[in-house]
C-alpha cells in the first residue's frame, strides 16, 4: 500500500502571515529598516530642533541688548540659579525613569512598566510646577510678555519648552491609561519607545536653555558692536544646535 507523505505547509510569500496566522514581526516597516513611527518621530524631531534653534538665537540676540534698552528688570535681577538647578535635576532624571519603564516593558515586566511610566509623568509635573512657580515670580518682580524685549523672548523660550513638557506628560498618562487597560504589552515596546524619544529630546532641549539662559553669565552675551554681537549670538546658538547633530 502506497503510503500518503503530507508535505509541510507553507505560508505565502508576501501575505506577511505565516502558518500560525501571525504577521512576520522581525520584517522592517520600512526600506531603511525602522519602525515607521520611529522614523516620523526623528523627523520632527529634526525640525523641533530648527524650531527651538531660532527660539535660542533669538533670546540670546535680545538679551544682549536688553541692558543698552534700559528697559528693566534685567536678567541677571531675576534668575534663580538654585532653584532652577533642582528644576533641571528633577527634569533629567525623568529620563532616566523613562529608561527604565522602557526597559521593564521590553522584559515583560508589566507592572514595572506602569510604576515607572507614572514616575517620569509625576517628575515632569514637578518641573512644570516649578517653571510656574519661577513665572509667576518674575511677573511680580515685573517681568512680562509685555514689559520688554527680554521678557517677550524669555517668556516664548522657556514657554514654549514648558509646553513641549506638558504635551509629553499627556502622552505618558495616555499610555499609562492604555497600561492598565491590558493594551501595553511586550509586543507593544516600540509605542513607548517612540514616546521615549520625544521626552529624551525634550530634557536635551532644556540642558541648551538652562545653559544659555540661566548659567551664561550676563556680561557675556553683551556686545559693544552689531557685527561682533551677531557673531557671538551665531556661534552660541550653532554650539547649542550641534548637540542634536
Not at 505547509?9 to 516597516?29: A, I, M
Not at 528633577?90 to 525613569?97: A, H, I, W
Not at 518682580?141 to 524685549?149: K, T, V
Not at 513641549?164 to 491609561?177: E, M, N
Amino acid at each position: 500500500m502506497a503510503q500518503v507523505v503530507e508535505a509541510p505547509s507553507v505560508g505565502v510569500h508576501g501575505t506577511g502571515h505565516d502558518d500560525t496566522g501571525h504577521g512576520h514581526s522581525d520584517h522592517p516597516p520600512t526600506s531603511l529598516g525602522m519602525d515607521h513611527r520611529k522614523l516620523l518621530m526623528w523627523f520632527f524631531l529634526a525640525s523641533d530642533c530648527m524650531f527651538f534653534g531660532a527660539l535660542i538665537a533669538t533670546y540670546m540676540i535680545y538679551r544682549g541688548r536688553t541692558e543698552t534698552m534700559g528697559v528693566g528688570p534685567f536678567p541677571h535681577e531675576l534668575v534663580d540659579i538654585p532653584f532652577t538647578s533642582v528644576s533641571a535635576f528633577v527634569l533629567l532624571m525623568s529620563s532616566l525613569t523613562m529608561v527604565l519603564a522602557l526597559g521593564s516593558l521590553q522584559r515583560g515586566n508589566i507592572r514595572g512598566s506602569r510604576i515607572w511610566i507614572l514616575a517620569t509623568a509625576l517628575l515632569g509635573t514637578v518641573f512644570l510646577g516649578g517653571q510656574y512657580f519661577e513665572f509667576t515670580e518674575f511677573y511680580h518682580a515685573g517681568l512680562s510678555l509685555q514689559s520688554s524685549i527680554y521678557g517677550s523672548t524669555f517668556f516664548t523660550l522657556t514657554g514654549f519648552h514648558g509646553f513641549h513638557v506638558a504635551i509629553g506628560v499627556v502622552w505618558l498618562l495616555s499610555l499609562l491609561f492604555v497600561s492598565l487597560r491590558g493594551g501595553l504589552r511586550q509586543r507593544h515596546s516600540t509605542t513607548l519607545e517612540v514616546a521615549g524619544l520625544y521626552w529624551h529630546f525634550v530634557d536635551i532641549v532644556w540642558i541648551v536653555i538652562f545653559t544659555l539662559v540661566y548659567l551664561i553669565p550676563y556680561d557675556e552675551v553683551t556686545s559693544e558692536g552689531t557685527e561682533e554681537h551677531a557673531y557671538q549670538v551665531v556661534e552660541v546658538a550653532s554650539r547649542a544646535i550641534g548637540i542634536f547633530g
